[in-house]
Structures are given as structure tokens and as C-alpha cells.
């Protein structure tokens, strides 16, 4: 597939998932005000969306409805926001800004961030519903998000802060704590359309590598980027101490660290031929990324 | 239904909802076991078990399996215990005490306990997976839960302090603050079993008017009785200058609308005939309750 065309195609879902959520939000003049324009605050107006993207990706390679997609991705997506407004609050890791926006707890207070969270989850759960898809997938998103995967994932970081741990360990935390998700996003894709055993077993090896690279890359951005870049506050995990790829392995092997899984994610899409196209183009979009 | 009958199915259900809860939760030494413990203490060990009493009461009018109940029940406790893990939050209502013991983050730290509260409820929703309900089932959990239930209760209480408000506004508050999941807890037990389309309607105005008589009677108590009975701080709603019926109305005018209340309740049920004895004795156990 010719890159330009890959682009559209993520311009096309980015903006597709922007409308889907503010459609699935509630209205920021409907009671309670205060706490939907908090909601919407925290989801709309940007991010990569790059779960959704792996979930259109994955859906499409097996026929999946468009409107099911819809639903799924931002379900994902939903969980992934609330995800952000817990971590950046006073407690978690005391961040002011967010896609270049001060986060939702400088604009809202505490008390309300803390809410929209809980409400996002809740909305989460709410927009699967409209899916129309198994039970099974309904327990997808539940595991991915709890205590054994998001939300453990965040409790093991927790647990990690000046700690001196092995690789091992902090590939455990992020296999949950973003993979989990990331998992999710790709799983419940192939869920809205016709994948078999085979499939869903390949899908989520290869869900797990990247999961990886987002980290590996994520780890490397902060380490190197500025914040006017990220759009959130930059070199924050070596100031609060926290268990990086960077701080365990140094910036040149975290690089080829980065290009190795890339590679894997490439090798495991072989089975799928060209179907997976849009798959290897997020997946370099995950490599590359600047932000 | 003599009442040491019902005396003795209460203690059944809430000696059954502690067993199904203690087999939801991730085992204590599961790791993360941190949050695993956070989770535990907030979910085991005691409460009323309202919303199972109610789950319960009303599957068994229409011949509900008794697993399903068990899950549907605990999926309701789940979101009941995750909103008490987060409304005791120093930012919320920074309280110290809960049943008797000390609160999820005074044992366990902020960021913990909001993390425990977030794993309870994508547990709920996990748990409700396991009920093998309808997707409808699922919809009305998260709606009840969400910003427009639950959440937006809370949303609304917390606009509400200091405010001069009427009694109309204290009662939209409450419809959703608590009256959401007491509703969702009443339904899901029909949902469980053959109710139909009137059943529903019927218990929908019922769970209002009991959700309603809860509060208020949670009012009187937070007013009347010692931090001792109640295992939660007392006198707490006015010292934080909260609207409540107390402020609202005076002490005894809330004793004679718990009484009316009641009698509505009561009056609700009349149509079920015997079937709906239990929902009779907890409508009692709710009023006349001391904690």
C-alpha cells in the first residue's frame, strides 16, 4: 500500500474516532455540566488514537461493520483516556499537561478529574454495548483494563519507583500496563469481524510486540524530545526516578532495542500477505513517531 | 414471611455475597498484591449488602438461577465498593473511617486506592460478564454507573456544597448519586429472571422510592447516631456544610418523609402479592436500619 494513501487512511480514522466520541460523550450543556465538559476535555481534540487505529486495521482484514469498529475503538479509546486522567492527577504522577493542554485535573480541580475518570470507564463499557458484539469481548476490555492488566500494570509501576529491577520485570509491568490495552484494541478488531483461533493467536503475539515498542519508544521520546513536541511534560521519568527501557539498557541499546521489535511485529504480519498492510503502516507510525 | 425467616435469608445472601466476592477478587499474594490487598480490604469484611439483598430478593420473584444472581449481585457491590474507595479520597470526602476500619488509601496510599477503585470496576463489569446476561443488562450497569447515574451524582454533590438548593434539586441529586445502582441492583435480579415489561416498570418506580428512603434515612443517621454504630465518621455531612435532608428540611420532617417513603414503598408492591415479601422486609431493614 503506497504511504500516501496510508496516511489518509489515518487522518480517516483519527477524525472518524474525534466525531464517533464526541457523538458517544454527553453533551457538555447537559447536567452534570461540570463533569461532562471534563469528560469531553480529556478525550477530545486530538491524541494519536492509535488503539483505534489498530482496531479499525485488524477489523477491516477480516470484514468487519464499520459502525462495530466504531464502537470497539472508542471503547478502547475510552479506556485509554480515563487511563490518562488518573495517572496525571497529584497522587499518580502530578502532570499539568496533556496533548499540549493543561490536564484535566489543572482545568477541573481534583474531585471532578477524578470523577470524569470513573465516568469514562463506566462510558467504556456503555459504547461496547452498542457494538453488538459477544460477551467475550465484553470480558476482553475488563481484563485488559483491571488488576491483571492496565490498572495492575500501573500498580507494579508504582511499586517499581527507585527500585533497581531486571529487564524481565519491567517488561511484565508493561505488558500490562500499556499492552494489556493495546492487546485489547487489536483482539477486539478481529472480534467485530470473522477471525478464527489461528488469527487471534497470531493477532496477539503480535499485539504484544508492539505494545513493546510503543513503550520502548515512548521511553526514548521522553529521554530525547522537547516538551513543545510531546505536548506533555518531557524528561519527567528520569526526574521522578522511574524504571525506563533508557535507565536499564542506555539510549543506544533502548534504539536498537526499538528497530528489533519492529522487525518481529514485521515477521509476525507474514501470515496475513497484504491484508495486513495497514497493520505494518501502524506499525511503523509507532517506530517513527515524534510525540 | 415471619421475620426471623427473613432475618435468616439476609444473613444467607450476605454471608453468600462475601463467599462470591472473596472468589471474584485476585488472591491476595496474586500479584500486583498491593493492589490485590487494596481491593480486598475495600470489597471484604462486612456492609449491609443492600444492593445484593435487592438483587437477590427480586430475581427469586421470577425464578432467577441462583449463579446468576451471585453475579449480577457482586457486579452491583463491586461498583458500590469502587465509589466508596474513591468518594473517601482526600480530594473527595477525605475520610478516614469506613465500616470500622481504616479507609482504602489511610491502609494502602492515595495512588493505590485509586487504582483499587478503577480494578473494582472493570471487575464489576467482568463479574456481570459471568451472569450470561443480555448486552441490555450490561447498558443499564454502566448507565447506572456512569455520568449520568452514579459519577454524575457525585458530580452534582460536589456543586451542591454550600449551596442553598431546593428539595428538588437534593432529590435529582440522589436519583443518581445512589438511586442509580439501587435501580440497577433491583432490575438486573429481574433481568436475571422472567420479569416482563410492567414487572419492570414497577420495580423501576419501587427501587426510586427505596433509593430515596435510603438516603434519607442515611441522612438522619449521619445526624443522629455515633461514629461508633455507624463504623464511618458521624456528624461528617455537617460539618462539611453538605446538602442534606437534615439542612433541608429539619430532623423531624425527614423522620416523617423516611415514614412516607416507606408506606410508598410498600404500596409499589402490592401488585407482586406474597412473591415480593422479601423486597418487603428489606424496604423495613432499610428504614429501620442503625447503620
Not at 83 to 106: A, E, I, Q
Not at 123 to 129: I, K, M, N, S, Y
Not at 161 to 183: D, N, P
Not at 220 to 225: H, P, S, T
Request: with cysteine; glycine share 8%; hydrophobic share 45%.
Amino acid at each position: 500500500m503506497p504511504t500516501d494513501l496510508s496516511a489518509d487512511w489515518v487522518l480517516n480514522i483519527q477524525s472518524r474516532t474525534e466525531a464517533t466520541l464526541d457523538r458517544m460523550l454527553p453533551r457538555a450543556d447537559f447536567p452534570p455540566q461540570r463533569l461532562h465538559q471534563a469528560m469531553r476535555h480529556a478525550m477530545l481534540g486530538g491524541g494519536k488514537r492509535v488503539r483505534p487505529l489498530l482496531c479499525h486495521a485488524t477489523g477491516e482484514m477480516f470484514g468487519a461493520a464499520s459502525a462495530a469498529l466504531d464502537a470497539a475503538a472508542c471503547a478502547v479509546e475510552l479506556i485509554h483516556g480515563y487511563s490518562l486522567v488518573h495517572d496525571d492527577l497529584p497522587c499518580m504522577d502530578n502532570d499539568v499537561l496533556r496533548r499540549g493542554k493543561p490536564t484535566c485535573h489543572v482545568a477541573f480541580g481534583e474531585a471532578t478529574a477524578l470523577l470524569a475518570g470513573d465516568a469514562l470507564q463506566s462510558l467504556a463499557f456503555r459504547t461496547l454495548c452498542d457494538a453488538e458484539l459477544q460477551i467475550s469481548a465484553m470480558r476482553l476490555l475488563a481484563d485488559a483494563a483491571g488488576s491483571l492488566g492496565m490498572a495492575g500494570g500501573q500498580s507494579l509501576d508504582l511499586d517499581a519507583v527507585g527500585q533497581s529491577l531486571s529487564l524481565q520485570t519491567l517488561e511484565t509491568m508493561h505488558r500490562k500496563k500499556t499492552g494489556a490495552l493495546i492487546r485489547a484494541a487489536v483482539l477486539l478488531g478481529a472480534y467485530c469481524g470473522k477471525a478464527d483461533d489461528e488469527d487471534i493467536e497470531i493477532l496477539s503475539r503480535f499485539a504484544a510486540t508492539i505494545g513493546l515498542l510503543f513503550q520502548v519508544v515512548d521511553d526514548i521520546l521522553d529521554a530525547e524530545a522537547s516538551t513543545e513536541i510531546l505536548g506533555k511534560t518531557a524528561g519527567k521519568d528520569a526526574k521522578d526516578n522511574k524504571l525506563t527501557y533508557i535507565s536499564l539498557l542506555g539510549l543506544d541499546a533502548a534504539r536498537n532495542k526499538a528497530v528489533e521489535l519492529g522487525r518481529q511485529a514485521h515477521a509476525g504480519l507474514d501470515h496475513f500477505g497484504q491484508r495486513a498492510d495497514r497493520l505494518r503502516f501502524i506499525t511503523d507510525y509507532i517506530a517513527k513517531r515524534e510525540y
